[in-house]
């Protein structure tokens, strides 16, 4: 059986979920500008949009997070904890990309050695509903990455929005506890099939065509290659790609200390800034873009695919879209084909470093 | 809770003149109220900007510059320099939303003890009727998610997942 | 619109080629076909038979003056509209290059068109955009739209009185006439009568926005100090952590750290992914730099900046 879920019913169901969960769901800031957040009003939630600014996992892991506070008040040191989590959570609207993040994501705070209390506090019980993407943009490449605009993998519950309702799916024994909520009805046979010409229409549309397969291999002999001398020139050195993505995920942690008490925060760092690796000493094993470039692109399509068996992109295209100077992550995915690397070879003078 | 309410003032006095000039209102006994905290600098040229914003940012109600009159720098044009720096940083702190008054600069000589008492007079006043710093101080750490659980002994707080 | 376009593209490029061949310069720094519409990017030439690949139309919005500090050991020829010719007056003041290292190639601006503006007036996504005319021609899956130019201009664009390069070794257009579509912004002077809480209000809420990526402060040319106050950890002036009174205190000294030394082309705006109302805080200190000093950056080769300098007859009536 198919459900669906009326739009005018939609303020309601959010409401019956915000008593029993944590709902955090696109909301905007200003025009064009939006962020996952807690909801406190169902209105706030902006499903209109497509992916917003700022990934989904700010949910599970938080720009700016405090791992606990100190104090000390005479001679008694008093520490307080803030791993816990009040209420189980609920993402609504992420896209298949960003669903497709979190699970990359798991795989690096919750993986077999390392488990991170604070990130699985808030990740597990969480449940991920995921909204089909019926209009991939021309910088998307999710089918690219392993993903595509209707993957439903990761999710536990799948809408895909027909313009007046939602076709509901429920995927997981998680999603399943909602089967019997009162504001899923059936779908008819009409909707269904309008569900699947969406689908087949938005799926032809998602650039499948850049060459990530293969990658981490190609890659394999890069480190010194001339490619990553021209590759940077453009970088400006912020942070708006690694900020921005999904899957990134490096931190700094930090005290922030007053006189007697303070709070030990972990906040998104980014390869990309030279602080990153510079040395107590002064000494910057990163010294200039270059290094740093490589670094981001490495760390994604080299590194990241040994560690953990895929690559740490998921195709959303955000790091293009909001790149100040357009340096775009498609472009030198194409650039280590073998086509490629011929023509890096072609361009860079080596006598000119 | 207005009534107690004293407001904290951040002095920033030059070496030659002004700092001297407190040191005379203090010699010869002039009063002035208790409010003002005092940070010697070498000039009042030597202000960054960063040292008005990060006092503000810690909860001082307001900051007082002050330096040699014009003229009478002892590195010449120190003052000068100053001078422009408060004049712009000043305008665009009140652009910003900051109240009038919050910062204020002043010149007082190494002979004006008498000055300097009346400068922290108005200056404390002032500040008296904008009541306590609201905007811009940073607040004691906004609570991130989730239940705050106390703990006891430190050992607790060891790694979760052993 | 189009053509005077073409005929700038053509000249750069012409241009580019010479100095590449005589190896006057060692690269050339200037705008190439970006990767979706809208967009151009910043493009860098060695191989005189390369340069084909740079470009001119109403969407080279970066600011190349930025590029200078990374090819600081080069000589650089570099396309530069009338912001980006101020901005490397305005570091040449500073002493951040040697004489004779750069070549600027000037182009008297046609004001730049804001690309979101345009995303805006249109549903659905844009997959084709070209000049024609006086016009901005969109198409996507859907429609076809036709935008006048001149409603889409940056903020920064609008004001700007100075889009002729004030200097430049040579002139590839011809210089335009000097007037500014509008004196001052209308939001930023509906801002400055607000009262003093509401403007707080709107800063705060500008800022809270942020996300501390720096793009603001990458995009901008007059940013490069060795160390900036926000990584500086002794002293440490500021937390890295997103608590508002962090994020305003960035934005605060960002900005008055560009106090006379602003052109106002707008980079940081520009580059903000959050759309950040940015030029609204410097176009406030130029402004009071012109008043007070009667200064405008990068527009006298040999003036210092106003901080860095004095008067003895400086305002000082508010000071006790």
Redesign the interface.
């Known amino acids: 059986m198919t459900l669906k879920l009326d739009k005018k019913d939609l303020k309601a169901f959010l409401e019956t979920l915000m008593d029993e969960y944590d709902l955090f769901a696109p909301v905007q800031l200003a025009e064009g500008v939006s962020i996952y957040k807690k909801i406190d009003r169902p209105d706030d939630v902006d499903l209109s949009t497509s992916n917003p600014q700022k990934p989904a996992k700010e949910v599970f892991f938080p720009q700016s997070e405090t791992m606990f506070r100190y104090e000390k008040a005479g001679k008694q040191q008093q520490m307080t904890s803030t791993e816990g989590v009040e209420k189980k959570r609920v993402i609504l609207g992420a896209r298949p990309c960003d669903i497709q993040a979190v699970s990359i994501l798991d795989d690096v705070f919750l993986g077999k050695e390392y488990k991170d209390v604070y990130y699985g506090n808030k990740r597990n019980g969480t449940t991920l509903i995921g909204l089909a993407c019926n209009h991939p943009l021309s910088t998307c490449f999710c089918p690219s990455a392993g993903g595509g605009p209707f993957l439903r993998k990761g999710s536990d519950i799948f809408l895909i929005d027909l313009g007046e309702t939602f076709i509901v799916e429920l995927l997981t024994e998680k999603g399943m506890t909602f089967q019997k909520n009162k504001f899923f009805k059936e779908a008819n046979t009409k909707e269904i099939s309008l569900a699947q010409e969406i689908e087949e229409k938005a799926s032809k549309k998602a650039d499948a065509s850049v060459p990530i397969e293969g990658i981490d291999r190609r890659s394999d002999l890069m480190m010194e290659s001339p490619f990553w001398d021209r590759m940077h020139e453009k970088c400006i050195g912020c942070g708006v790609c690694t900020f921005l993505c999904p899957t990134c995920h490096c931190f700094d942690i930090v005290d922030e200390a007053l006189t007697n008490k303070g709070q030990r925060v972990r906040n998104w760092d980014s390869c990309l800034f030279p602080l990153y690796s510079q040395e107590t000493s002064g000494h910057n094993p990163r010294p200039t873009g270059r290094e740093r470039t490589r670094q981001r692109l490495m760390h994604k399509f080299n590194y990241f695919p040994k560690n953990f068996g895929r690559v740490a992109c998921v195709g959303c295209g955000r790091c293009i879209l909001y790149c100040p100077v357009n340096f775009d992550i498609r472009q030198a995915i194409n650039l280590t084909s073998a086509k490629g690397i011929r023509k890096v070879k072609d361009q860079v003078d080596l006598t000119r470093r | 809770m207005t009534d107690q309410w004293e407001p904290k003032i951040l002095a920033f006095l030059c070496n030659w003149c002004s700092y001297a000039g407190a040191d005379l209102a203090g010699t010869a006994r002039i009063q002035y109220p208790p409010n003002i905290r005092v940070i010697r600098v070498p000039c009042s040229g030597r202000i960054n900007p960063l040292f008005i914003l990060k006092a503000l940012q810690s909860g001082i109600d307001g900051v007082l510059v002050s330096g040699c009159h014009p003229g009478d720098c002892h590195y010449l044009s120190g003052n000068y320099i100053g001078r422009r720096k408060s004049a712009t940083l000043k305008r665009f702190l009140e652009y910003l939303g900051f109240e009038e008054g919050r910062v204020q600069f002043s010149w007082v000589s190494a002979a004006e003890g008498g000055k300097f008492s009346q400068v922290v007079g108005e200056v404390v006043q002032d500040i008296k009727k904008l009541g306590p710093a609201q905007r811009f101080v940073k607040k004691e750490a906004q609570g991130s998610q989730g239940s705050r659980v106390q703990v006891n002994s430190i050992k607790k707080l060891g790694p979760s997942n052993p | 619109m189009e053509e005077r376009s073409k005929a700038i593209q053509d000249r750069i490029r012409e241009k580019a080629r010479e100095l590449l061949l005589n190896k006057t310069v060692d690269l050339i720094i200037g705008f190439g076909e ?3 519409p809208l ?6 030439i ?2 005189p038979e390369k340069t084909d690949r740079l470009i001119w139309n109403s969407f080279c919005e ?1 600011n190349l003056a ?2 200078l500090h ?1 090819f600081n050991k080069f000589k650089v020829g570099i396309v530069v509209k009338g912001c980006d010719a101020r901005s490397v007056i305005a570091l040449s003041l500073e002493k951040r290059f040697k004489p004779d290292q750069l070549f600027l190639m000037g182009v008297p601006c046609q004001r730049m068109v804001d690309r ?1 503006k345009v ?2 007036a249109v549903k ?2 844009i ?1 084709r955009a070209f000049e024609q005319g006086d016009q901005i021609v969109v198409e996507g899956e859907e429609f076809k739209t036709i935008l006048k130019r001149d409603d889409f201009f940056y903020p920064s664009c609008q004001v700007c009185i100075h889009r002729n390069p004030i200097q430049a070794d040579v002139l590839v257009g011809d210089p335009v006439e000097e007037s500014p579509l509008i004196e001052i912004h209308p939001e930023i002077q509906e801002f ?1 009568k607000k009262s ?9 809420k500008e800022s ?2 942020c ?5 603001c ?3 901008c040319p007059m940013c490069y100090c060795a160390e900036c ?1 926000v ?1 500086s950890s002794n002293p440490k ?1 500021i ?8 994020l ?2 960035y934005h ?2 960002r ?2 750290h560009q ?2 030394r602003c052109t106002g082309c707008g ?1 940081c705006e ?2 903000c ?3 950040i109302r940015l030029t609204y ?1 410097t176009q ?2 130029n402004r ?2 012109k008043e ?2 009667n200064y405008e950056t990068g527009i006298d080769t040999k003036t210092l900046p ?7 007859e ?3 009536d ?3």
């Open positions: 970006g990767s979706f967009r151009t990017t910043p493009r860098f060695r191989d970066n930025t590029y990374k979101r995303k805006r659905g996504e997959l400055a003093a809480e509401e403007r707080w209000k709107y800063f705060e809270s926005r996300i501390r990526c720096y793009a402060r990458e995009a106050f990584d002036w937390e890295k952590s997103l608590s508002p009174s962090d305003e205190f605060i000294v900005a008055y106090t006379g980079a520009r580059a992914p959050m759309e805080l406030k200190l009071d730099v007070l000093f106003p901080l860095s300098t004095y008067d003895m400086d305002k000082q508010f000071i006790k």
